[in-house]
């Protein structure tokens, strides 16, 4: 039984057509020594899944979806379902240490927007931070901004600041399209950062990622156009975070607009923001997410 001092964190996994792999997945979430309730969200799958989800039995909330929506929906159903306050979107090709969600939510705090957990062999935060902890944001963003990868596989948001990443749908910014997903699960980081100050980080290495012939991301350098899509996908969801960021600054000089300089930067921005198509959708969403 819960303990009523801990709030529920929900592990939500997406699965498509990787019955083999979802296992290990399903397996270290409800190993957890931390409590948790496991959703798998199963959108078209035509292999067994259907079948190896049974044996679980009421040990995990199994939805299924007959068509396949893609993973951007996918995830966002299984957030929606999510009774917890926090959620860790753990893909079915991946698998954490029964630890994990213990020591992501000693750092889960109300000025935290984001805890992020050493992926092996990948991430080495012990050469960025040291030592785990609470720290300011701006490391993370400036490492984000410059395309590093932090996948939400590593990470635990709160349930509201996933739906609003994700309910959206595509960014304004439609040069490029996201990528299987890949653009969706960045702007979740990103939205975490620009909402929150400061960020928390793990630097146990507590996150597996599988390498494979499937795999979306993992083996995308190996194909020259696959990866200029990753890359593409990513910088598409940057663009969009600077444009709010910028947006959301000059928002912020209205308190200060006796200022004629100030007036004409806000004035300008928003120009410029108009010419680009881009000056209602910011408008929209930072006051969807409380910006403004």
Not at 256 to 283: M, P, Q, T, V
């Amino acid at each position: 039984m819960r303990k009523q001092n801990k709030p529920l964190v929900s592990i939500v996994i997406p699965t498509f057509n990787r019955s083999k792999f979802v296992q290990k997945a399903i397996d270290s979430s409800l190993s957890q020594t931390y409590p948790c309730e496991v959703i798998v969200c199963d959108h078209g799958s035509s292999d067994d899944t259907p079948k190896v989800m049974k044996k679980y039995g009421k040990k995990i909330n199994y939805i299924r979806r007959e068509k396949d929506f893609g993973p951007h929906f996918c995830w966002l159903e299984g957030i929606l379902n999510a009774t917890g306050e926090y959620v860790h979107l753990q893909f079915d090709d991946d698998w954490i240490d029964k630890t994990y969600i213990a020591n992501c939510m000693k750092f889960m705090k109300k000025d935290v927007g984001v805890v992020i957990a050493d992926a092996y062999g990948i991430f080495h935060f012990k050469k960025i931070f040291k030592k785990s902890g609470i720290f300011p944001k701006l490391k993370i963003e400036k490492r984000l901004l410059k395309g590093t990868m932090y996948s939400p596989g590593a990470s635990l948001f709160r349930k509201k600041d996933l739906i609003d990443a994700l309910y959206q749908g595509n960014l304004p910014l439609s040069k490029y399209s996201s990528y299987h997903g890949v653009g969706p699960d960045s702007f979740m980081t990103l939205l975490a950062v620009l909402r929150y100050k400061k960020v928390g980080i793990v630097t146990e290495h507590l996150v597996f990622f599988r390498e494979h012939e499937g795999s979306i991301t993992c083996n995308a350098h190996k194909d020259p156009e696959r990866y200029k899509k990753l890359r593409n996908a990513y910088e598409n969801v940057i663009s969009y975070y600077m444009f709010l960021k910028w947006f959301w600054f000059f928002n912020k000089l209205k308190y200060f607009n006796f200022y004629f300089w100030i007036r004409e930067s806000k004035r300008i921005g928003r120009i410029f923001l108009k010419k680009l198509g881009l000056f209602e959708d910011a408008k929209v969403f930072l006051k969807k997410i409380k910006l403004i």
